[in-house]
């Protein structure tokens, strides 16, 4: 008998460690684990997410006839990790082989190498097929390149996979309509609903058990609306298609305060365990293009998302670990204020983005990217703790796609891997795209003095401390020579400015 391992995050039907599955024969195992819900402290909506999912696509396989031995959380049995699962079910059946979908960390494939031998019968690891660009085709595309650009990639997997394509030329002329999009929103915009489903009992049993043993986690449990089952799932998308993406590229930067919800998707928490899989997102979004229901300049910039960042960020995490998780370019090592757990800063573009991602294990990508990605690097965080911090926060994070966007996208703690540089900004960008510095103690438009927006003086703070680094930066090279051409006293007040307040942030008083 094969044992077919399932994890949280490969709820899909068509997973390669499903596909020849005997009915009748083979048995399915699936199992809440202490390792995987505590490796780190997962918001509670993520847990409860996750394990309502997957319950749910036990019973759907079982509907289908198969054999699933689904270990709950609270069973007195549970060892508690996914191998003693794995162990003890050996143990008391006659399995002879153990199959599995890659995992999507590191660290479990790292650990399931080790299965094998440990538990003396053949262990199958197959390739994760959901994602468009397999690990293999990643590496062959990026070995030999010198620097690993996102916009490359991406018209190849426009061509090869025939997106958004009029035969060997991008729809439209043009492979990228960025310069329509990242408009700031107008004073009145109505943003519609986002998707939400009541609990269902097996929803409510689960919000029961979190509630129970991870009240220590960070984050509200409830309201809890998100979709458990691919059948909401793909209802959340369908909306989605229907109500935000004809806007989705005009507003994709846009911040508004109390709408954490904008013109985006929402539909990362899905895709990644595996309800909705990448191309039938893709597919949606497309047809509302030929449809006339959504333009060119949004259709365009959802499937780069998709077929785009979400695929290369998931190759370079493959290509690059387990090195990557240890890089540190700028020497980073300040320690995450208390605020990131709280919410409770001054700073009013920052409390909004926290006490959003507290009520809801989501912020959209321009507040996980400009407000507080920004602010992480211009603070000078501890690469690790961020990256610790990401993975805890949101219910779509796992270290495949969060790791990259840390180390990667905000912090340049690869030194520029794929990003040609550090993706820094004064309070002057976050007040053109957002509405936040309007209800803010802090002045945007002040460079210097207690009520100057902390972000200015540590824009310029953070180029000063990174000198060395940055200054042969092509990039950043222009930027410097404003610098050079400030006052002594003007520097020399940035720097004080910037001792004062870092000084209170490490005192948790910012
Ligand atoms: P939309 O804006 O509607 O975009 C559509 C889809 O595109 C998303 O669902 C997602 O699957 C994909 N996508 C968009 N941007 C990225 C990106 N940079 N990397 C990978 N996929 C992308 N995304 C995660 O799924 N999990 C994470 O743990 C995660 N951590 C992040 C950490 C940081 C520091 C940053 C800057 C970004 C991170 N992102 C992560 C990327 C992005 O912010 C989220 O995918 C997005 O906010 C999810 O919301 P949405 O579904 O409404 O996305
Ligand atoms: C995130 C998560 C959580 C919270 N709990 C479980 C679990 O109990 N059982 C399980 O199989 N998977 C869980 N996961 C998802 C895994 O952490 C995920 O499969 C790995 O991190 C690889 O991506
Ligand atoms: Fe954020 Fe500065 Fe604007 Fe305040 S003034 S909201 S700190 S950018």
């Given at each position: 008998?094969?044992?077919?391992?399932?994890?949280?995050?490969?709820?899909?039907?068509?997973?390669?460690?499903?596909?020849?599955?005997?009915?009748?024969?083979?048995?399915?195992?699936?199992?809440?684990?202490?390792?995987?819900?505590?490796?780190?402290?997962?918001?509670?909506?993520?847990?409860?997410?996750?394990?309502?999912?997957?319950?749910?696509?036990?019973?759907?396989?079982?509907?289908?006839?198969?054999?699933?031995?689904?270990?709950?959380?609270?069973?007195?049995?549970?060892?508690?990790?996914?191998?003693?699962?794995?162990?003890?079910?050996?143990?008391?059946?006659?399995?002879?082989?153990?199959?599995?979908?890659?995992?999507?960390?590191?660290?479990?494939?790292?650990?399931?190498?080790?299965?094998?031998?440990?538990?003396?019968?053949?262990?199958?690891?197959?390739?994760?097929?959901?994602?468009?660009?397999?690990?293999?085709?990643?590496?062959?595309?990026?070995?030999?390149?010198?620097?690993?650009?996102?916009?490359?990639?991406?018209?190849?997997?426009?061509?090869?996979?025939?997106?958004?394509?009029?035969?060997?030329?991008?729809?439209?002329?043009?492979?990228?309509?960025?310069?329509?999009?990242?408009?700031?929103?107008?004073?009145?915009?109505?943003?519609?609903?986002?998707?939400?489903?009541?609990?269902?009992?097996?929803?409510?049993?689960?919000?029961?058990?979190?509630?129970?043993?991870?009240?220590?986690?960070?984050?509200?449990?409830?309201?809890?609306?998100?979709?458990?089952?691919?059948?909401?799932?793909?209802?959340?998308?369908?909306?989605?298609?229907?109500?935000?993406?004809?806007?989705?590229?005009?507003?994709?930067?846009?911040?508004?305060?109390?709408?954490?919800?904008?013109?985006?998707?929402?539909?990362?928490?899905?895709?990644?365990?595996?309800?909705?899989?990448?191309?039938?997102?893709?597919?949606?979004?497309?047809?509302?293009?030929?449809?006339?229901?959504?333009?060119?300049?949004?259709?365009?910039?959802?499937?780069?998302?998709?077929?785009?960042?979400?695929?290369?960020?998931?190759?370079?995490?493959?290509?690059?670990?387990?090195?990557?998780?240890?890089?540190?370019?700028?020497?980073?090592?300040r320690d995450l204020p208390e605020f990131y757990w709280?919410?409770?800063?001054?700073?009013?573009?920052?409390?909004?983005?926290?006490?959003?991602?507290?009520?809801?294990?989501?912020?959209?990508?321009?507040?996980?990217?400009?407000?507080?990605?920004?602010f992480s690097l211009l603070a000078g965080f501890a690469?690790?703790?961020?990256?610790?911090?990401?993975?805890?926060?949101?219910?779509?994070?796992?270290?495949?796609?969060?790791?990259?966007?840390?180390?990667?996208?905000?912090?340049?703690?690869?030194?520029?891997?794929?990003?040609?540089?550090?993706?820094?900004?004064?309070?002057?960008?976050?007040?053109?795209?957002?509405?936040?510095?309007?209800?803010?103690?802090?002045?945007?438009?002040?460079?210097?003095?207690?009520?100057?927006?902390?972000?200015?003086?540590?824009?310029?703070?953070?180029?000063?401390?990174?000198?060395?680094?940055?200054?042969?930066?092509?990039?950043?090279?222009?930027?410097?020579?404003?610098?050079?051409?400030?006052?002594?006293?003007?520097?020399?007040?940035?720097?004080?400015?910037?001792?004062?307040?870092?000084?209170?942030?490490?005192?948790?008083?910012?």
């Amino acid at each position: 008998m094969r044992l077919r391992l399932v994890l949280g995050d490969q709820l899909s039907l068509p997973l390669s460690s499903l596909r020849d599955v005997k009915l009748g024969e083979d048995v399915i195992l699936m199992a809440e684990v202490n390792e995987e819900a505590t490796y780190v402290r997962h918001h509670k909506k993520k847990i409860a997410f996750l394990f309502s999912a997957m319950r749910h696509f036990a019973e759907a396989l079982r509907s289908l006839g198969h054999r699933v031995v689904y270990v709950p959380y609270g069973c007195p049995e549970n060892t508690g990790s996914l191998f003693g699962e794995v162990l003890r079910l050996k143990e008391a059946e006659a399995v002879t082989e153990i199959i599995v979908t890659m995992p999507g960390e590191y660290r479990l494939l790292n650990e399931m190498e080790s299965w094998q031998d440990r538990l003396g019968v053949p262990v199958e690891l197959r390739e994760d097929d959901r994602f468009l660009c397999s690990t293999e085709g990643f590496q062959k595309w990026a070995s030999g390149r010198k620097s690993l650009r996102l916009e490359y990639f991406y018209r190849e997997m426009r061509r090869n996979h025939d997106i958004l394509m009029d035969g060997d030329k991008p729809l439209g002329g043009k492979w990228n309509y960025d310069h329509d999009n990242r408009q700031s929103a107008p004073k009145r915009l109505d943003v519609p609903a986002p998707f939400s489903v009541e609990p269902d009992r097996v929803t409510e049993e689960v919000l029961a058990l979190v509630t129970d043993q991870f009240s220590e986690h960070f984050g509200d449990l409830k309201p809890f609306s998100l979709a458990v089952t691919r059948e909401d799932a793909l209802k959340a998308l369908d909306q989605f298609v229907a109500e935000r993406l004809s806007k989705f590229g005009n507003y994709q930067d846009a911040m508004v305060q109390g709408e954490p919800w904008m013109f985006h998707s929402h539909i990362s928490f899905y895709l990644n365990c595996g309800l909705l899989l990448p191309l039938e997102c893709v597919h949606a979004a497309e047809r509302a293009y030929f449809d006339g229901t959504a333009p060119l300049n949004s259709v365009e910039g959802f499937i780069r998302q998709i077929v785009g960042w979400r695929e290369f960020i998931r190759g370079i995490y493959w290509h690059s670990m387990p090195e990557y998780a240890g890089l540190n370019y700028l020497s980073a090592s300040r320690d995450l204020p208390e605020f990131y757990w709280t919410g409770e800063t001054q700073m009013n573009c920052l409390h909004q983005c926290i006490v959003e991602t507290k009520a809801n294990a989501y912020a959209h990508h321009i507040q996980r990217l400009m407000v507080i990605g920004n602010f992480s690097l211009l603070a000078g965080f501890a690469p690790k703790e961020v990256s610790e911090w990401y993975l805890a926060v949101y219910a779509d994070a796992y270290e495949w796609v969060e790791l990259p966007n840390v180390n990667g996208m905000i912090l340049f703690a690869d030194g520029g891997l794929f990003a040609s540089k550090p993706y820094a900004a004064s309070g002057a960008y976050i007040n053109k795209m957002s509405n936040y510095c309007e209800h803010c103690v802090y002045a945007h438009a002040t460079k210097t003095g207690e009520k100057a927006c902390p972000f200015n003086y540590l824009y310029w703070n953070f180029l000063d401390q990174n000198e060395e680094k940055l200054r042969s930066n092509p990039r950043v090279s222009m930027i410097y020579r404003t610098w050079d051409k400030m006052s002594d006293s003007k520097k020399q007040e940035i720097r004080t400015d910037s001792r004062r307040f870092l000084a209170l942030l490490d005192g948790s008083q910012a």
